[in-house]
């Protein structure tokens, strides 16, 4: 869907593959644990992204 979005832009799209933390199981601190996981890992990315 993103690259149907933007087709008519000249800009790059880039894909950062993430679990889906909808789909773990467990008590409720294991399920924010999987939503803090991808939360971290994306902040990760962008700031790696801005600084290049």
């Not at 773990?24 to 971290?40: C, I, M, N, P, T």
């Amino acid at each position: 869907k993103a690259l149907d979005l933007t087709r008519t832009h000249a800009s790059e799209v880039e894909y950062w593959p993430t679990v889906d933390p909808t789909v773990f199981q467990g008590s409720r601190e294991q399920k924010l644990d999987a939503y803090r996981d991808v939360r971290d890992g994306l902040v990760k990315r962008i700031k790696q992204r801005l600084q290049n």
